[in-house]
Structures are given as structure tokens and as C-alpha cells.
């Protein structure tokens, strides 16, 4: 790895490690002194492999992370870390790992936990523990993420205007969490996640967009993130697609999965009539909130402008 991209590795390493991190083209810029062409216009030149003529992969790759997501000329997100596929960089003084076997194999764990417990694979076992919300809930939102709030738990609660202008407040997964909850009008069970189908954090168009969230039980949340298991992640977004009719701007229509009509899915939560009603409810009940504070003062999807209408308790 050549010295340019050493700041994204800094960068990338002082990240928590089994949490995404995203990166505005804006932001890569600034870390490695600009970008080179082939950044902006291919997505190859963000392939997740390494050699003489890649040495920026190596700012990701030797930290285990892979890129799960590139919105060209926008946004780059980068998979949590995988800890068994480690290889230190030049500047590493930790010892190589590449000749030494795992203690421990993960995936093949769970693999071999669900086969016992009778699921085929561990895409039958994600299907029939996954919740997405009801296509005509989703429906009435009309595409829109519902609040203007992106992910920085540094810097939660803090606003923000982000390199296009828009201002945004940031959050910690409250947000997104409690409009899923809101919508599908229940509470939030024991050791439940929810995740991102689609996975820039930073991006507000997706951040609370309904038909970009689903549920999981904690045990499965991990396959969802793509560094593992990119066939639950390809699982994942065609199914959204399928329910919903979206994917963020910029990407490709998802392909359908191979035995994708052999998987049986968790039904979905009752339709909600009035989600706007509904969420007006609940905003009222939590004033404090991230959703409601930024609903005041930056607007939400159901208001022109900042809402007043929404009371601060």
C-alpha cells in the first residue's frame, strides 16, 4: 500500500470493527488527496482485490474489510471487519496471520447449528426469521425516507449539512429502529436487530426509508452485513425489491436468487391505513426523540419543511 492511502486505512482502523463505515466521495478526497478518475467512473477500481496495481485495496482489505457498497460518485461503504481474514500492513507491528489456522470458523458454526436444527441453508433460516413491513404500509410512504437523519453515533443528535447541501441530523440506529417499530405498530422483542438491506448509513435517502429495513433476531443479524454472507445480503435486497419495488439510486435491479421460490418468509406485520396519523402519534409520544427533534427543525417526509406541528413536549 502506497503512502496516499495510508489515511484511509488510519481512517478505516479507528473505526469500530463490526460496525460499516461510509465515506462520502467528498470525504475519501480529503483523506487520500484526491481520488484518481478510474475511482469516480469504475466500480472495478473498487474491487475487493489486491496486487501490484491495487495498492489502495490494500487501506481496506489488510483490516479484513471489504467494500459491500459503491454509489458512484457519492458514496463508498466498507463491511464491518472480518478478524479471520486479517493480514496486517507494512506498518503493522502486529504478527502475520496469513499461515496460521483460525481457532474458531464462525460461519461454518452457524452453518453446521442450522443444519441441525433442520433449515437447508442459512438463507431458509434468515427467510424464516426475517420481518419486512407490509408492501401497502410501505407503499404510503411513497418511496421517502421518512426522517432526515443519517448514522454517526460520535455525533449523534448534533446537526449537520452534508456536501449537497441537505441537512441532516445524526443518529445511532434509533432512528430507523423506531420507525420500523412505529409503523409495524408493535414493540421491539427480545435480542432483535434491525438492519439495513441496502447499507450506506450516511445516505438520507435510505437511512429511514422504510422499504430499506427488515428485522432479524441478533444470532442472525450478522449474516446480514455482507462480509460473510453476500448470498443473505443478494437474499436480502431481492426480496426488498420483490415486496416493495425499490433499491436506492444509482443501483442495479437485484437478480432473483437461485431457489428463491423454495424460501418460506416470516408474514409481514397488518397494514397500517394511515401511516402518516400513525407516526404523528408516536412523534407526539416521544417529543425528545431524534425522529421528532429532526422532524421540527429540518421537516420529515410528511411535511414540506421543518413540521412545528410536532410538540416538543
Known amino acids: 500500500m502506497t503512502a496516499k492511502y495510508e489515511p484511509l486505512r488510519l481512517a478505516l482502523e479507528s473505526a469500530p470493527d463490526d460496525e460499516p463505515v461510509s465515506f462520502t466521495f467528498g470525504e475519501l478526497d480529503e483523506l487520500v488527496g484526491g481520488l484518481p478518475a478510474s475511482a469516480r467512473d469504475h466500480r472495478p477500481w473498487w474491487a475487493n482485490a489486491s496486487g501490484h496495481h491495487r495498492p489502495h485495496a490494500l487501506a481496506w482489505m489488510s483490516l479484513g474489510r471489504r467494500v459491500s457498497e459503491v454509489r458512484l460518485g457519492e458514496a463508498v461503504v466498507f463491511s464491518p471487519a472480518d478478524a479471520e481474514a486479517v493480514v496486517p500492513g507494512p506498518t503493522s507491528s502486529a504478527p502475520r496471520r496469513s499461515g496460521s489456522p483460525p481457532i474458531l470458523d464462525g460461519v461454518s458454526a452457524l452453518a453446521a447449528v442450522l443444519e441441525c436444527a433442520g433449515y437447508e441453508t442459512v438463507r431458509h433460516a434468515v427467510a424464516a426469521h426475517t420481518v419486512f413491513l407490509h408492501p401497502d404500509t410501505v407503499d404510503r410512504s411513497k418511496g421517502r425516507a421518512l426522517f432526515r437523519l443519517v448514522r454517526d453515533p460520535t455525533r449523534r443528535g448534533k446537526f449537520d449539512t452534508l456536501p449537497d447541501g441537505r ?21 421491539k422483542g427480545r435480542d432483535v436487530q434491525f438492519n439495513h438491506v441496502w447499507g450506506d448509513p450516511r445516505n438520507p435517502d435510505t437511512y429511514t426509508a422504510l422499504w430499506n429495513l427488515c428485522a432479524t433476531p441478533a ?12 448470498e443473505v445480503v443478494r437474499l436480502l435486497r431481492y426480496r426488498a425489491f420483490d415486496l416493495f419495488g425499490r433499491v436506492p439510486a444509482g443501483e442495479e435491479q437485484p437478480v432473483r436468487p437461485t431457489g428463491y421460490e423454495s424460501l418460506t418468509w416470516l408474514p409481514a406485520p397488518d397494514p397500517v391505513d394511515d401511516l402518516e396519523a400513525v407516526l404523528r402519534c408516536h412523534l407526539a409520544d416521544a417529543p425528545r426523540s431524534r425522529p421528532a427533534v429532526s422532524a421540527r427543525q429540518l421537516g420529515w417526509a410528511f411535511s414540506d419543511g421543518p413540521d412545528s406541528t410536532i410538540g416538543e413536549g
Open 219 to 230: 444470532f442472525l443479524a450478522k449474516t446480514t452485513d455482507g462480509s460473510n454472507h453476500p
Open 167 to 187: 441537512s441532516v441530523m445524526y443518529d445511532d440506529n434509533t432512528g430507523p429502529t423506531l420507525a420500523f417499530l412505529w409503523a409495524a405498530q408493535g414493540t
